[in-house]
């Protein structure tokens, strides 16, 4: 894979909860850097079927360039990214796993879901 690859802009949100002091919590998405290069791929065949053991409605890999704070910045696997598409408007992802690097230091994927 290049950096030429990498053809849609996707943009991190972390969540934050706040007390609603009634024992409860309210939930805010804070974006994080805006555009970032990615790849966007649809899951098909044996990776589908393996995607769907983790969880039943992924459905697509999102790879990205290795950053250094990637585990902060995408708060442990619990962010969500908002993928740019040109096509269809802006689309939400929701994380089904956490990154793993592809190559060491190089390249970071992980799968997700599309947000109903």
């Not at 459905?59 to 990205?64: K, M, N």
């Not at 250094?68 to 740019?84: F, S």
């Given at each position: 894979?290049?950096?030429?690859?990498?053809?849609?802009?996707?943009?991190?949100?972390?969540?934050?909860?706040?007390?609603?002091?009634?024992?409860?919590?309210?939930e805010?998405?804070?974006?994080?850097?805006?555009?970032?290069a990615a790849?966007?791929?649809?899951?098909?065949?044996?990776?589908?079927?393996?995607?769907?053991?983790?969880?039943?409605?992924?459905?697509?890999?999102?790879?990205?360039?290795?950053?250094?704070?990637?585990?902060?910045?995408?708060?442990?696997?619990?962010?969500?990214?908002?993928?740019?598409?040109?096509?269809?408007?802006?689309?939400?992802?929701?994380?089904?796993?956490?990154?793993?690097?592809?190559?060491?230091?190089?390249?970071?994927?992980?799968?997700?879901?599309?947000?109903?």
């Amino acid at each position: 894979m290049t950096v030429g690859d990498l053809i849609h802009r996707i943009t991190i949100e972390t969540r934050t909860e706040t007390s609603d002091g009634h024992d409860g919590f309210t939930e805010t998405w804070t974006a994080g850097p805006s555009r970032i290069a990615a790849l966007v791929r649809s899951l098909a065949g044996r990776d589908l079927e393996r995607a769907h053991q983790i969880d039943p409605r992924a459905s697509h890999e999102l790879t990205l360039r290795f950053w250094q704070a990637y585990d902060t910045d995408l708060d442990g696997g619990r962010a969500r990214v908002i993928w740019h598409d040109a096509v269809t408007g802006d689309r939400t992802l929701e994380l089904v796993e956490p990154p793993r690097e592809v190559s060491l230091r190089e390249w970071l994927a992980m799968v997700v879901r599309e947000q109903l």
